[in-house]
């Protein structure tokens, strides 16, 4: 447990966590895999076409991202 802590504050201090996070946000952002979802053919009906909006909720709803965040918070609270 302390060496985890440890690790966390090191990664804290050093600005690793700071980047981590940074990373991860581009990387959910600019990520162009697109899934194909019109397997078996036909047209695509009521597809909605909103990357904005997509993008947004892939970066709010990213685990290891809000774990991140997370960590820092609550590094910020104490050190405060």
């Not at 447990?1 to 952002?29: C, H, N, P, W």
């Not at 162009?32 to 036909?42: A, K, L, M, P, R």
Request: hydrophobic share 30%.
């Amino acid at each position: 447990m302390a060496d985890r802590v440890d690790s966390i504050l090191r990664d804290y201090f050093s600005g690793r966590l700071e980047l981590r996070i940074e990373q991860r946000e581009k990387t959910i952002r600019y990520d162009s895999q697109e899934v194909d979802e019109n397997i078996g053919g036909g047209r695509a009906q009521n597809k909605h076409t909103r990357p904005i909006e997509d993008t947004y909720v892939r970066v709010d709803e990213d685990r290891y991202l809000n774990g991140l965040i997370k960590q820092k918070e609550d590094i910020e609270r104490w050190i405060a």
